[in-house]
């Protein structure tokens, strides 16, 4: 069975600073996407950024972006510039191309420092 | 702006009620999910749906129990609420594809005292 690993319960960075949340996992299957998904306090969970595990190049959005490392199985989340609101739990998540259901890493939760 | 609607945002009731946590959606979906979270914690698929007269369970074991008669309408219903019951519950829905991604409602916060 596949599962996924966040091994930063916490992580805290300086406003501006660049700070990056790891995620590894573990599967069999050569086709797979993987999410980070962003929960600011009380508000609603959201899409980060997505990456399919047939592209070689990494998936960019604005301040955010992805180390994906296909042969180590790890999808790791940097964030540049760092901004108050970026604040909140960031989940990985793993889908199987045959499957529609998501596999949730245990979550880090982000604290910025003004 | 949420284009996925859960209600009631907060929900405090006794041992032993009955209640319906409603999620509407207006993406025309067919994919729709039910997710149990503990504050700060990760999230437990509790049932999903892939489609109108379509219902299976999650990995969390619950006593919980829902419905899809129309495709934008997905309500999770408790027979009888427990403290065990006290969470957060995230209705989620997606597109067809693999690729898509999950949008999610603000979530209901249950107590049950």
């Not at chain 1, 980070?36 to 009380?42: A, C, E, I, T, V």
Request: aromatic residues 12%.
């Amino acid at each position: 069975a596949q599962t996924v690993t966040q091994s930063q319960p916490e992580m805290s960075v300086q406003e501006a600073e660049t700070v990056t949340l790891s995620c590894t996992y573990d599967t069999s299957e050569s086709d797979y996407y993987l999410f980070w998904y962003k929960q600011p306090p009380s508000r609603q969970m959201i899409l980060v950024i997505r990456q399919e595990a047939y592209k070689q190049q990494n998936a960019t959005e604005n301040r955010f972006s992805v180390n994906f490392q296909k042969a180590a199985k790890s999808f790791s989340l940097k964030i540049s510039d760092s901004q108050l609101g970026d604040a909140a739990m960031y989940f990985c998540a793993y889908r199987s191309g045959e499957d529609y259901q998501l596999i949730w890493g245990a979550g880090t939760k982000l604290i910025i420092k003004p | 702006e949420a284009d996925i609607y859960q209600t009631p945002r907060y929900l405090v009731i006794g041992t032993g009620k009955k209640i319906t946590l409603e999620c509407s959606q207006t993406m025309g979906h067919d994919k729709m999910y039910w997710y149990q979270q503990d504050p700060g914690m990760e999230l437990h698929l509790i049932h999903y749906s892939y489609g109108v007269n379509s219902t299976e369970k999650g990995d969390l074991s619950s006593e919980s129990t829902v419905s899809r008669i129309r495709t934008e309408h997905f309500p999770l219903t408790l027979e009888s609420a427990r403290p065990s019951h006290t969470s957060q519950y995230l209705c989620a829905s997606s597109d067809w594809d693999s690729y898509s991604p999950l949008h999610f409602g603000n979530g209901t916060r249950l107590t049950v005292t």
